[in-house]
């Protein structure tokens, strides 16, 4: 009887996906430099310490899984917004349902496009801040999403950039399997919005690297799909200038497995971070936020605001971070995370942390989770207001701590509204 082989991990990881379009000599030697960090890390496992809480079996199987398409009688997320759009379907760019690539202060191309190009900016960011990312904890999927991404968009904002870029992601076929490599710059001075929306693949590995310059502005608002079945693990890594501005939120609810990861990296003085999300959860269902903020400048703020609705044996986890170096004096450092459960079959778990090497610092970071105040439910019943519609007022009230954390009104109504619907859905 002959042996049978055993298989690698890592290997089953790099051979989910073909390679991509080949590009100039400097592209290849970045993809080349990423496939090493994956071969040199492995694949993720819950032996690793900020794997512990979720398990990456599903993520790095050979094959993805076989996802119904859900079908929404509602307007998409964002929909209502003049927009510049730009659709991927089963993780390729669909021009056909997308609008020119062009707009003041706007350059956009396609990642292929520019990583076949001899000389282009993207030399500077694309797969170095994933790299850079990659200390001191090994993020494998974004390495192998840096070797391997064959589809995204290269966007330069040189100003103010009037419409906000809306990236929306689409489904057709119920097994697809997709990496999505985005790599932005905003230069010094420039202001730039960045929509994301859809579920993009039954199983959706994305990246962004996001430069922004001295002065700069970047807004992030996703909305991750409904699909329910759907796997997605997804990576920001942003490297920020002298007095640039950095926002991102991230509203999920739906999904059997999704982890979000975050690394920011503060390398310019007066500059602020905020990263928050909102999560529902329900049934069979894994939320994953991971965050690490590094501060290495002077009179920094960096906010993490995290919610998480959990209900019928539903799972979060928050894994935050705020590393503050020795010379980054004046830091002000926040960080919340909060599990609102419904019922006493789902959990919250979480792992805040502060590592802090500077003596002029405002620090703090809570983390707590709990039932629905009886006595909160109580008064408003006793006003008149049903429980089930009490209730889902106290789910509101909870999670708007984090969506304050958007500075468009009409985007963060657009994200309350959905959040009611959810509620609304959910409370029978």
């Known amino acids: 009887m002959g042996e049978t082989k055993k298989t690698n991990p890592t290997e089953t990881l790099l051979a989910q996906h073909s390679a991509p379009r080949k590009g100039a000599d400097w592209a290849e030697t970045l993809r080349n430099a990423a496939r090493a960090r994956v071969l040199g890390m492995g ?15 599903a993520l790095n199987s050979a094959e993805s899984p076989d996802v119904l398409i859900l079908q929404l009688d509602e307007t998409p997320v964002f929909d209502g917004v003049e927009k510049l759009l730009v659709t991927f379907v089963d993780g390729v760019y669909a021009p056909e349902l997308s609008d020119d690539l062009s707009g003041e202060n706007l350059e956009i191309s396609m990642l292929g496009d520019a990583l076949g190009t001899d000389i282009h900016w993207a030399n500077d960011v694309f797969g170095k801040l994933e790299a850079a990312g990659q200390n001191p904890v090994p993020r494998p999927f974004a390495a192998l999403n840096s070797a391997l991404a064959g589809q995204g968009v290269v966007i330069r904002a040189t100003g103010k950039v009037s419409k906000p870029v809306a990236l929306r992601y689409c489904r057709e076929n119920t097994t697809s399997d997709a990496l999505i490599h985005h790599v932005i710059r905003v230069e010094s001075g420039a202001d730039l919005t960045v929509l994301e929306n859809g579920a993009g693949a039954s199983r959706l590995n994305t990246v962004m690297e996001v430069d922004v310059a001295d002065g700069g502005s970047f807004h992030h608002l996703r909305a991750q799909g409904r699909d329910h079945t759907r796997l997605a693990t997804t990576a920001i890594f942003a490297r920020l200038g002298n007095e640039s501005r950095f926002k991102s939120f991230t509203l999920t609810v739906n999904g059997r497995l999704t982890r979000n990861e975050v690394v920011i990296d503060i390398i310019g ?16 269902f894994l939320h994953d936020d991971t965050i690490f903020i590094t501060h290495d400048a002077v009179n920094c703020e960096s906010r993490q605001v995290f919610k998480k609705v959990l209900k019928n044996g539903a799972t979060g986890v928050f894994q935050g971070k705020i590393l503050v170096k ?25 792992k805040p942390e502060l590592e802090i090497y500077a003596d002029d610092v405002a620090c703090s970071h809570g983390s707590t989770c709990g039932a629905v105040d009886e006595n909160s439910l109580f008064y408003l019943m006793s006003r008149g207001v049903p429980r089930v519609q009490a209730q889902n007022m106290m789910i509101l009230a909870f999670l708007d701590e984090a969506i304050q954390e958007i500075d468009d009104d009409f985007l963060a109504e657009d994200i309350r509204s959905r959040l009611q619907g959810w509620t609304e859905r959910h409370s029978s």
């Open 269 to 284: 003085d007066n500059t602020k971070a905020s990263v928050a999300g909102a999560c529902l959860g329900d049934g069979d």
């Open 43 to 57: 694949a993720a496992t819950r032996r690793d310490e900020y794997w512990r809480y979720t398990n990456p079996a």
């Open 326 to 350: 020795p010379d980054a004096q004046k830091t002000d450092g926040y960080q919340i995370s909060q599990g609102l459960l419904l019922d006493e079959d789902s959990n919250f778990l979480a």
